[in-house]
């Protein structure tokens, strides 16, 4: 699996949108965008998925570059309780279950 | 509640007992796996078992053994354990291996603490 990189920590004002950054340069063309958060104590949770388009769901949206070589996750309206680790992750997925965790990003939501 | 459901919720063991963590999941998925946590590391896998089949052991030591009786159940069998192995241990499942289309859930973990 292509590594990512991630920023340590982020903060972000309770309500406003928070944007997560990840850059993954060298992801192959096969290669899905995961992310999970870990809140804290408990087990990671899957947030989205995407390989190039962007993707929306209940829980955020996912924007793709179009080279692929990062992507951006977006909490629209954060709350404290959206404070966790959160998990940006390259994976072909099927056939490939070394879903690799790296240290990802702390985001504190400030009241 | 996950659908995925581990338990003990925490534990703790001598160096020379036996125990077993248990992980149970309903949601129909084919795919099981064991991670650790260890303090301020990222997650590692342990073991991978797809249709009750183990199909991955990451170099994890014997004092580790898995066991897949059936598609919904997934213990670790715990012995001899050493300090250093006191972390969270999370059970995943997914659909198929992999996680392709849904990813993984996971359960809310063992915390074990060896003294």
């Known amino acids: 699996d292509a590594k990512t990189t991630q920023p340590p920590s982020m903060d972000c004002a309770e309500g406003r949108a928070a944007n997560l950054p990840c850059n993954h340069s060298t992801i192959s063309g096969n290669e899905y965008v995961y992310w999970y958060r870990q809140i804290h104590s408990q087990g990671p949770q899957y947030i989205i998925h995407?390989?190039?388009n962007n993707e929306t769901n209940e829980m955020a949206s996912l924007i793709i570059t179009e080279d692929r070589k990062s992507s951006t996750l977006i909490l629209p309206h954060a709350t404290l309780r959206d404070t966790a680790v959160y998990y940006c992750?390259?994976?072909?997925?099927?056939?490939?279950?070394?879903?690799?965790f790296g240290k990802g990003t702390k985001l504190s939501v400030i009241p | 509640e996950t659908g995925v459901t581990q338990t003990p919720r925490h534990l703790v063991m001598g160096m020379t007992n036996k125990k077993s963590l248990k992980c149970e999941q309903h949601?129909?998925?084919?795919?099981m796996y064991w991670y650790k946590q260890s303090a301020k590391k990222p997650l590692e896998l342990m073991f991978v078992?797809?249709?009750?089949?183990?199909?991955e052991n990451n170099s994890v030591p014997s004092r580790f053994s898995p066991e897949c009786p059936n598609s919904s159940h997934l213990f670790l069998h715990l012995h001899t354990l050493q300090p250093e192995d006191s972390a969270l241990y999370l059970c995943?499942?997914?659909?198929?291996?992999?996680?392709?289309?849904?990813?993984?859930?996971f359960g809310s973990g063992t915390r074990l603490t060896v003294v």
């Open positions: 078992y797809s249709l009750e089949e183990r199909v």
């Open positions: 992750i390259v994976s072909s997925g099927a056939g490939s279950y070394q879903l690799t």
């Open positions: 995943a499942s997914s659909q198929d291996i992999g996680g392709a289309n849904q990813g993984y859930t």
């Open positions: 995407g390989l190039k």
């Open positions: 949601l129909g998925h084919n795919a």
